[in-house]
C-alpha cells in the first residue's frame, strides 16, 4: 500500500472563517479523504507541529509527499526542506498543489524564482487535458472544468518541464501549465495547479482524482541504492 503524507501549512483554516467553512478538517482533512478513498495509507503533517510534522520517522515511511502551502512558505525550516529534498532524490515522490509553487522545496528543485501571474476573483478555470496517454490523466476527459477558482497565468517561471499534462484556460483569456512533471534524482514530482483556499476545489471528483492519480505516477520504484565515488573495473572480461 502506497504511504502518503499530505503537508498543509493550515493558516488560512485558522484565520478565515470562509476557508473554515469549506475546509472544516483543514485542506489537508479533505485531500486525506479523498486519497483514502482511492485505498492509500494516508496522514497528515502540518506546520506548527513540531518539526512541522515532518520527522525523520515520518519521512523514511513516506512514498508520497503531498504539499500546499501559501501564507507562511517563510516560516518552514530549511533544515526540514533539505531532508526533504533529500528524500525526494533518493526515491519519494513529490506533489506541489497550487500555491505550493512558491514553496521553499518547490524552487530548490526546480531551480528558479517560480513566479507566476495571478488574479483572485471568482474565475471559470478550464483545464484541457494535452497527454492522454500519461498515467496521471487516466479516467479524465477532455478537460476538468472548475466553476470558481483564482487565475494562474504565464509566463510561470519553472524549468521546461519533462511533461506537459494540462493546459488551463481562464475567462479572461489567460493560459497556464496547470499540471507539469519533473524527475530529480530517483524522485518524481508533480505540480498541480488548482486549489484556492476560498473554493471548494478539493470536494471536486475529478481534481482528487488526478491527485490520486500523480500519487500513483509519483510513488518510488523497487531499486538497488546508488552508489558513488571510485569504481573497480568489472572481473569478467576486464584484462
Known amino acids: 500500500m502506497i504511504r502518503v503524507t499530505i503537508w498543509n501549512e493550515n493558516r488560512h483554516e485558522k484565520r478565515n472563517p470562509k476557508v473554515t467553512a469549506i475546509y472544516p478538517e483543514g485542506i489537508h482533512g479533505a485531500i486525506k479523504q479523498g486519497l483514502e478513498a482511492y485505498g492509500f495509507d494516508a496522514r497528515t503533517a502540518t506546520l506548527d507541529e513540531p518539526e512541522h510534522g515532518l520527522t525523520d520517522e515520518v519521512l523514511s515511511s513516506t512514498d508520497v509527499l503531498v504539499w500546499w502551502g501559501h501564507l507562511a512558505h517563510g516560516d518552514v525550516s530549511d533544515e526540514i ?95 497556464f501549465r ?24 478539493y470536494h471536486n471528483a475529478q481534481v482528487i482524482r488526478i491527485i490520486a492519480n500523480g500519487v500513483k505516477w509519483t510513488a518510488p520504484a523497487l531499486h538497488d541504492a546508488r552508489k558513488f565515488g571510485n569504481a573497480k573495473a568489472l572481473e569478467a572480461g576486464v584484462e
Open 81 to 175: 526542506v533539505n531532508k526533504v529534498h533529500e528524500r525526494v532524490l533518493a526515491g519519494m515522490g513529490l506533489i506541489v498543489l497550487h500555491s505550493g509553487h512558491f514553496s521553499k522545496i518547490f524552487k530548490k528543485l526546480m531551480g528558479t524564482t517560480c513566479d507566476l501571474k495571478w488574479r483572485e476573483a471568482n474565475d471559470k478555470e478550464r483545464l484541457w487535458v494535452v497527454n492522454h496517454s500519461h498515467p496521471i490523466m487516466e479516467g479524465i476527459g477532455e478537460y476538468v472544468e472548475i466553476d470558481a477558482e483564482e487565475m494562474y497565468g504565464e509566463p510561470f517561471d519553472i524549468p521546461a518541464p519533462d511533461e506537459l499534462l494540462m493546459v488551463s484556460w481562464f475567462s479572461g483569456g489567460e493560459i
Open 178 to 201: 496547470s499540471a507539469v512533471t519533473y524527475r530529480r534524482g530517483l524522485g518524481k514530482i508533480f505540480y498541480f495547479r488548482p486549489g484556492h483556499e476560498t473554493y471548494p476545489t
